[in-house]
């Protein structure tokens, strides 16, 4: 029995994937803050407090081909994702941000950045979180797929 060449392919490479769009998601946050100068609500820090340990956690498990990162870095995405979402509500429903405001600095429902009427800095942030989730969470499945079929050869 034989997998087919995305499974192998995933089941190598997903440690890198969820890496990149790690390091793509991290280098995006700091160009906004740093480059563009625009501050980060309080929000915005707890997104970035789950979102930037992942660079070095999923780059040091790349490396040393170190797989049960997965069960401690899809907690911390699947938590990110939650506040991106919650984040991303407050921006939308009025009635959110009345209900529970933001104390100090900037606004959490301050939109910087709008594409295509839907797309803000927390759904890019939700994004991420949802796609490094889905990275590991099927590769390492197709992982334990390919060892099984390679094991029974």
């Not at 939308?92 to 797309?119: M, N, Q, T, W």
Request: include cysteine; charged fraction near 15%; hydrophobic fraction near 50%.
């Amino acid at each position: 029995m034989q997998t087919s060449g995305f499974k192998l392919f995933l089941s190598r490479y997903y440690l890198y994937l969820a890496w990149i769009v790690a390091i793509i998601a991290t280098g995006g946050s700091l160009f906004l803050s740093d480059v563009l100068q625009w501050e980060p609500c309080k929000l915005c820090w707890f997104q970035r407090i789950f979102m930037y340990p992942q660079v070095i956690l999923l780059g040091i498990a790349a490396y040393r081909n170190d797989r049960r990162i997965v069960g401690y870095a899809i907690p911390m995405t699947i938590i990110g994702g939650v506040i991106a979402i919650y984040h991303y509500a407050k921006q939308h429903i009025p009635a959110l941000d009345r209900i529970a405001p933001c104390s100090g600095g900037v606004s959490c429902s301050k939109d910087y950045f709008e594409f295509l009427g839907f797309i803000t800095i927390p759904f890019l942030a939700l994004v991420a979180f949802a796609i490094i989730t889905v990275i590991l969470w099927l590769g390492s499945r197709a992982y334990d797929e390919v060892e099984a079929v390679e094991d029974a050869e």
